[in-house]
Every structure is written in C-alpha cells, then in structure tokens.
C-alpha cells in the first residue's frame, strides 16, 4: 500500500483508509460484533493505517468496536474520529462548545481504549460557537498531548482559514466523487494554498457508483439513504447513465467501477486518501486494490469528457442536514 502525506503537520496515512460508520450506523442492521472485527483487522493486513470513526456513528457503538479491533496493532495505525453533537447524538443537535469537545475527547479516549487520538475532527461547524473556540480548544488538546492532528468535516472556506489561522488543520474531510464534484471548485484551491491533505468520504457514492443499486432497489428502513434525494427511485433511474459510463471505462481496463471510481480520486491529488467503507470483506479486497490502478493522463481526460456529458440529479442532502453544511 502506499503511503501519502496528509496536509503540513506531518500526517502520513495509507492511500486508502476505511470509513467505519456503516459498520455499526446509518446503513441499516449494524453487522455482527466478530464480523465487523475481522474486516477492520483485514483492512490492516492489506495495508490500511487509517481508520476514519465518530462518536455519532451509533452514537459511540464505533469508537468501541473500532478501539477493540486495532488494539494489537494501535500503534502502527492512524485512528481518526469526531465531535459536535450534543451527547454524540446527530438528533440533539451542534455542539461544540470547548466543554464539550473536551468531554468529548475524553469519553472517545476511554471508548477507543488509547492514549491519544491521531485525528480529531469538527464533524460539523456550529454557527454558535467561534471558530477559534473551537480551534483554540483543540489546541489545547494537543498541547496536552490527547490530539495528534487537527480535522474538520464538511467545512466552508471562512471556517477553514479562520481555524487554520489559530490551530493549523491537517485534514479537511468532506464528500468527494464522480458523482458529486463540486470541492473542486473552489475548497480543493484553497486546501492546496493552505497545506490542508484532503480526505473524501462516500468516495463510491454511498454505494451507487458500483453498479450494486439501481431504481429497483429497496434499502433497510433504517438506512439513511431512503431520506437522501439523490436516491429516490427517479434519481436513481436518471443517475444510471453514469453508472453506465464507468462501467465502459472499467471494462476497458478490466477493472470493477469501484476501482476506477478510487483511483480516479487518487489521481486528482497526492495529498487525497479517501476513505471507502464497507461490511464485506470481498468489496473490502476490492477497494483496496484500487490502489494498484494506475490511470494515465490519457485515460483521466477520457474519463473526464465522458463526465461531462452526464448531469448528475438530486440533491445529496435533504435540506435539513444540507444547512450544516459549507459552512
């Protein structure tokens, strides 16, 4: 696995990482104790060092199963988790106040069964709290030495300088793929003017870019994409034209849509290390060996045109979450 370098604090991640949220939350049933266990300690054996949590993911069922999983390896591995909701439940709403991002940080310390957290994010910009609260606190935490590096989550571009300027940000993680592009316009410049590694989660499109949903497909009630507009079975049938595309692109490298979808994001940037998650061990294998993609500039272009002529539908939030977002 290659390595890659995240941002100017000296962050140094395997190309790819694991998102451990569907493990346990949002994707419907959370999958078996020993099962979720066993893929984490196999991602490892494959080369994965970075292991993307929150305390919302359950709310804190993650950060337990995650601590538990890498325990014999903690310190070869780079563990990355997040704050901002009030008892780490997305439903009470923003928190971040410096008190709770410090009882946050203890309480996953505890949950995560180690003496630091690699990665801290703000899992979402609360407009009720200063950014230089926010990373002033942070600063403090790794001054301390219980934060390694700093993180935030779906920020806008204020924010970020506003953070930076107090605590430098390693990371930016934010949504990133073919199917929704739009950091390219204007936080991808700003991250490479600042010195910011950027991590893109839903690098697959929550699932669609693998050609496994379509408009046919009916999704667990507590799977969060059945409030997603982009899902909803009209989008979907719209949405299959991209999926087609890439399935073209794929079959001329002989190649699962996955693979080319990651190394596509691999190919944009050095210092980008998406974070694809999973619950199966096989798409698990398939992921990772994305890494071993190697696209040339001639295929990015092909890939590039054919994007163009695709317009995506539907919007990737429904309103009520996309506010916290961009901010």
């Known amino acids: 696995m290659q390595m890659r370098k995240l941002g100017n604090t000296g962050l140094e991640v395997s190309?790819?990482?694991?998102?451990?949220?569907?493990?346990?939350?949002?994707?419907?049933?959370?999958?078996?104790?020993?099962?979720?266990?066993?893929?984490?300690?196999?991602?490892?054996?494959?080369?994965?060092?970075?292991?993307?949590?929150?305390?919302?993911?359950?709310?804190?069922?993650?950060?337990?199963?995650?601590?538990?999983?890498?325990?014999?390896?903690?310190?070869?591995?780079?563990?990355?988790?997040?704050?901002?909701?009030?008892?780490?439940?997305?439903?009470?709403?923003?928190?971040?106040?410096?008190?709770?991002?410090?009882?946050?940080?203890?309480?996953?310390?505890?949950?995560?069964?180690?003496?630091?957290?690699?990665?801290?994010?703000?899992?979402?910009?609360?407009?009720?709290?200063?950014?230089?609260?926010?990373?002033?606190?942070?600063?403090?935490?790794?001054?301390?030495?219980?934060?390694?590096?700093?993180?935030?989550?779906?920020?806008?571009?204020?924010?970020?300088?506003?953070?930076?300027?107090?605590?430098?940000?390693?990371?930016?993680?934010?949504?990133?793929?073919?199917?929704?592009?739009?950091?390219?316009?204007?936080i991808l410049p700003l991250l490479e003017q600042l010195g910011i590694g950027f991590v893109p989660f839903s690098p697959l499109g929550k699932g669609f870019l693998t050609g496994a949903i379509d408009d046919k497909t009916v999704f667990d009630k507590s799977d969060f994409r059945n409030v997603v507009p982009r899902f909803a079975e009209e989008n979907r049938k719209a949405n299959a034209a991209l999926v087609e595309v890439l399935g073209t692109i794929a079959g001329g490298h002989g190649v699962s849509r996955a693979q080319i979808a990651i190394a596509w994001l691999l190919a944009q940037k050095p210092w980008i290390a998406p974070i694809p998650g999973t619950t199966k061990v096989a798409r698990l294998e398939e992921n990772i060996a994305a890494a071993n993609v190697s696209l040339s500039t001639t295929d990015l272009a092909t890939i590039e045109a054919a994007l163009a002529r695709i317009d995506v539908v539907g919007e990737r939030y429904p309103a009520h979450l996309q506010q916290r977002v961009n901010r």
């Open 15 to 186: 190309a790819i990482g694991l998102g451990c949220m569907g493990l346990s939350y949002g994707y419907g049933p959370a999958l078996e104790k020993s099962a979720a266990i066993g893929l984490i300690r196999r991602a490892f054996e494959l080369g994965v060092t970075f292991f993307d949590s929150a305390e919302a993911y359950g709310p804190f069922a993650n950060e337990e199963l995650l601590g538990e999983a890498v325990a014999p390896f903690r310190d070869q591995v780079v563990i990355a988790t997040k704050f901002g909701f009030r008892n780490g439940d997305v439903a009470q709403g923003l928190d971040s106040t410096p008190a709770n991002i410090r009882a946050m940080t203890d309480a996953a310390l505890k949950r995560l069964g180690t003496d630091r957290i690699d990665l801290l994010y703000q899992h979402r910009v609360d407009p009720n709290v200063p950014m230089e609260d926010v990373a002033g606190t942070v600063k403090e935490l790794i001054e301390q030495g219980k934060v390694k590096h700093f993180g935030m989550s779906e920020a806008g571009e204020q924010a970020l300088r506003r953070a930076h300027a107090v605590q430098p940000v390693a990371v930016l993680q934010s949504e990133y793929s073919m199917w929704w592009r739009e950091p390219e316009q204007q």
